[in-house]
């Protein structure tokens, strides 16, 4: 069972930036798609952004160029860059990692981390 740990999360102004970052356990972190998602209280868990074990890249329409997806496969860290922050972007953050390359499908997930963007 992987374990993944989100760091990075906090409260922020609109305008300002924040990196997430997630930490896979175990090996073989390459192959597998990594994903971004993020739930706000009462709502479904919606998907921010996918990086394939291809380095292929999607992101949701809502955070399209202010958010970037990459990874550092030598380091099993999995990383999300978040500028100009928006209030609507305030959510729970998590961590998933996926079944096989893609980006279809769940997986596993880390236990979220805070992001709070308020005056």
């Known amino acids: 069972q992987v374990q993944l740990v989100e760091s990075g999360g906090g409260l922020v102004q609109p305008g300002g930036s924040l990196k997430l970052a997630c930490v896979a356990s175990?090996?073989?972190?390459?192959?597998?798609?990594m994903a971004w998602y993020r739930q706000i209280p009462g709502k479904t868990r919606e998907l921010v952004a996918c990086n394939t074990g291809n380095a292929l890249t999607n992101y949701a329409d809502s955070v399209k160029g202010r958010f970037r997806i990459y990874r550092d496969n030598a380091r099993n860290t999995l990383y999300l860059e978040m500028n100009n922050l928006k209030p609507e972007d305030t959510a729970v953050y998590f961590c998933?990692?996926?079944?096989?390359?893609?980006?279809?499908?769940?997986?596993?997930w880390g236990q979220g981390i805070q992001v709070t963007v308020s005056s």
């Open positions: 998933n990692r996926k079944t096989d390359r893609t980006c279809i499908g769940e997986g596993s």
């Open positions: 175990g090996n073989l972190f390459s192959v597998y798609g």
